[in-house]
């Protein structure tokens, strides 16, 4: 009992985590990476780099708030791609974009991995606790992209804007502009996220028959628009959104409904955005009758 108790002394400074408070963007997640290793505190196994805007403050904890340095994140982004390369570098991005609570740490618990070992395919590392949750947040990222480019609903404005709002579990706007940029170079478009309070528009006047216009960000819409986008329809928004609901409902075959199927493929969560899933008024008569 004795040897145990001898053993068994630890400094204060082992038990208290450390936390670096970063700002909610990539580059501040870059710039805690920066001060980490200028401080010499990667070694650390309380480490912890959590987003300022996440963080709940404790008795216990150290925490340290980290101002972004455009040039100190430039320089960590530049090593990364040279250790990870393009592929390494989209998994850390779309990780960050993921939002996940503690996903500062797990990222910068692979960083430490692949500048421990820049000989190693870390990615390919799934033995790695870290790399697997990262490999799987990206897999998750991934399919809500996926499902956000295939579930945006716009609906056209009276100033000829095609306008579409969207609440995604992950921040994948950034992820999915392009996919629209370029198949609806036309037209002017919108996409707004509203659970984080901006979105992106493509402005047609801008672009070129070379090339298409870059993204714009919005931010501070009118809340009167957002919980009611039907008071800013063009004429023939209606009309369409009444004969794209009465296709829906002709198409469907009562005797071959599959509910449980129906939710696999097209969550519940993402009806309350999707034309055809809302009752419109005075459209009875567009159901067919059998």
């Known amino acids: 009992m004795s040897a145990l108790i001898q053993n068994d002394s630890y400094a204060v400074g082992q038990l208290t985590p450390s936390i670096v408070l970063y700002e909610p963007s990539f580059e501040g ?56 390369g393009r592929s390494g570098m989209r998994n850390i991005l779309w990780g960050f974009l993921s939002e996940k609570e503690d996903i500062g740490t797990t990222l910068f618990r692979v960083v430490k991995y692949a500048i421990d070992y820049p000989g190693r395919h870390i990615m390919q590392d799934l033995g790695n606790l870290d790399v697997l949750e990262l490999v799987q947040t990206v897999k998750s990222v991934g399919r809500e992209k996926h499902r956000m480019e295939a579930f945006v609903r716009f609906e056209h404005t009276t100033d000829d804007i095609y306008f579409a709002r969207v609440e995604p579990d992950f921040n994948v706007l950034p992820l999915i502009g392009e996919h629209f940029r370029q198949r609806y170079q036309d037209q002017h478009w919108a996409i707004y996220d509203i659970s984080r309070g901006f979105g992106i528009y493509y402005d047609k006047s801008n672009s070129t028959s070379s090339r298409p216009a870059k993204l714009q960000t919005i931010t501070d819409l009118d809340d009167a628009v957002l919980r ?23 198409v469907n075959i009562k005797e071959r409904k599959n509910p449980k199927l129906h939710k696999q493929y097209l969550p519940q969560r993402y009806w309350k955005y999707l034309s055809e899933k809302q009752m419109l008024p005075n459209a009875d008569h567009l159901q067919k009758k059998r």
């Open 228 to 250: 009611n986008p039907a008071s800013i329809h063009s004429e023939n928004e209606q009309r369409y959104q009444k004969f794209w609901q009465g296709y829906f409902t002709n």
């Open 29 to 84: 997640w870059l710039s805690a990476v920066f001060y980490v290793y200028a401080n010499r505190l990667q070694n650390d196994i309380s480490l912890k780099l959590t987003a300022q805007d996440c963080y709940r403050p404790s008795l216990i904890a150290q925490a340290t708030n980290v101002a972004t340095d455009e040039d100190k994140a430039e320089r960590v982004l530049t090593k990364l791609n040279k250790l990870l």
